[in-house]
């Protein structure tokens, strides 16, 4: 009988992560699991290790930044990743469907998104169209971030990734119960567009 490989803790992922992202830093990349007999693997399941949450920035891409390849993430963004239904949902499928051990909340410096919401909060006037739907998500960030002393475009980074992280738990039952079960963890990183690195500045959960 052929036997099940156990399923990785939330701390193992993350060190695989931590391990691409520190090839992709250096540039020496193996591009794991990106060829034909990979894909040819997939087709009738997945099995990712981790969920990334982040923000829809062209230079946060999940499966390049942690050297990962077809299968290994599932990936679900948004601008300045900010928190809806279908976010909720997408993240809840992934671990009670697809039963993955590790969220990681991705956010980047210099965040279109979070710079919007601070311009806005200094000003006083709100973008228009879906725009401002979005600014309105990350402003429980920002004032947070100013009540801390922090003003800066990146700090308010860091808050609001820390912020989204607890919303996630806080917001859908279903995170809840993982996190407080061991089942999953929530991590949050931020990306340093210059150096490539992603840093973790939070977690939840056992890790």
Not at 96 to 119: K, M, Q, R, Y
Not at 150 to 178: C, F, G, I, P, Y
Request: glycine content about 8%.
């Amino acid at each position: 009988m052929t036997e099940t490989a156990a399923q990785p803790t939330p701390a193992e992922v993350w060190q695989k992560l931590q391990e691409g992202n520190e090839r992709f830093v250096s540039g020496e990349l193996r591009h794991p699991n990106q060829n034909a007999a990979r894909r040819s693997s997939l087709t009738e399941s997945q099995h990712p290790m981790a969920v990334v949450f982040g923000c829809s920035d062209s230079r946060l891409a999940a499966e390049i930044i942690f050297d990962v390849g077809l299968g290994d993430v599932f990936v679900v963004r948004t601008a300045g990743q900010v928190i809806d239904d279908a976010v909720l949902g997408s993240l809840e499928f992934s671990v009670d469907e697809l039963g993955v051990p590790l969220i990681i909340v991705l956010g980047h410096d210099s965040c279109g998104a979070v710079s919007a919401a601070l311009s806005s909060a200094e000003s006083g006037t709100m973008p228009s169209g879906h725009v401002r739907g979005l600014v309105e998500r990350i402003f429980p960030s920002v004032l947070s971030a100013q009540q801390q002393g922090l003003t800066t475009v990146n700090d308010t980074v860091e808050e609001h990734v820390k912020q989204t992280a607890d919303r996630l738990v806080d917001h859908s039952r279903s995170l809840h119960d993982a996190v407080e079960e061991g089942r999953t963890a929530v991590v949050g990183v931020t990306y340093r567009l210059a150096e490539g690195r992603a840093d973790m500045v939070t977690t939840l959960g056992s890790l």
